[in-house]
């Protein structure tokens, strides 16, 4: 008896924005390290994690073969950058209580892709795409208003993970290979920072109690786990229903802010995520109707 592979689809999809979605409560507990030392350790462990399950999977042959293609391992490293610096503006804003705003930004992120699809892809956008973007664009001057000042947490996240996703998918990579690769890309820097830091006395890796390095070590392997689960939803489900999975991770993110930090939620401020609700509904209502009926 074959499992449906639509609903395996949803399964895997659940469980990768599921954990993304509880990342801020995972990270609270980290409270109290500087977010680039959980970066280092985040990069650090996934990178051993994802060894592992290559040489487990027997898959090392697809890594050495990113070697031979200078093109592809400078697009990852660039991947790397952008992933790197949206990681460690997402940890610094759990740290700060700012996790409101990392869910503002993530769910302009697929607003995000319309603009760079249009942008660098020069893809035409149709009408119902283009309303969507101008309620993003409504929510972002409404942010401005509000807050007298760009709202630059959200508005790097969501520009950061846009790009990141763009770059990533013009690298024909499996996701398993492509995330040592990057978390690869990103070890220099840690590393010299790790360096530069046991200069002043201060231990980056495995400094704090067991619970902390247990946690550190933790994220390298969350951080593997819903990619993977990501990757399996992608090749079981159309891209208008990965689409609408998308919205569960910063709606789990809101909720988390508002309801277990506690963080303040500004009437002006519902105004800006009632727009961008707004136009990620138009948005994915575009993206059922260009599946259902190609060519529209």
Known sequence: ????????????????????????????????????????????????????LLTVRRQWGRVVAVFRVPRQLAMLALAALLVGSNWLVFLWAVANGQVVASSLGYFLTPLVNILLALLVLKERLNRLEWLSVALALAALANEIVALGSLPWVSLFLAATFGSYGLVRKQVPVDAISGLWLETLAMLPVCLLYALWMGQSGHAVFGSGGWSTVALLAGAGVLTALPLMAFAAATQRLDLATVGMLMYINPTLQFATAIWIFGEPLQPVRLVSFALIWAGLAVFSFSLWRKVRRPGV
Do not use: K
């Open 1 to 52: 008896m074959h499992a449906n592979p639509r609903l395996a689809g949803i399964g895997f999809g659940l469980l990768a924005y599921g954990i993304w979605g509880f990342f801020p409560l995972y990270f609270r507990q980290l409270a109290d390290v500087p977010p680039m030392d959980i970066l280092s350790n985040r990069a650090a462990w996934a990178c051993v994690f994802v060894g592992l």
